[in-house]
């Protein structure tokens, strides 16, 4: 019996293949969502993914999300938007 995956390069591209495949079912669980799915980086300086429903829920452009992360604060009653930004710093 020959190991197919005997080679790094094929390790590698087999390795790269399942992660490729795990991506895809993220994107198509996040995208059938009807809540908004963000991930952002530590600092929530970078947004690195934001599922459609932000466009249907806040009624604004995911381009513009991820130009601006914070924008999304402008979408909360300024009462409250303190508290929420400090509560996704404590995240």
Known sequence: ???TLSHPSDRQLAAQALELQANERFRQLAENLH???ALANGDFSELLYAN???ET???RTLES???EPW???EGIHETDRGQVQDLIRRA
């Open 52 to 54: 459609r429903a932000y």
């Open 57 to 59: 829920i806040w009624g």
């Open 1 to 3: 019996m020959v190991d």
């Open 65 to 67: 999300f991820y130009a």
């Open 71 to 73: 924008s999304f604060l």
């Open 35 to 37: 809540i908004v799915l």
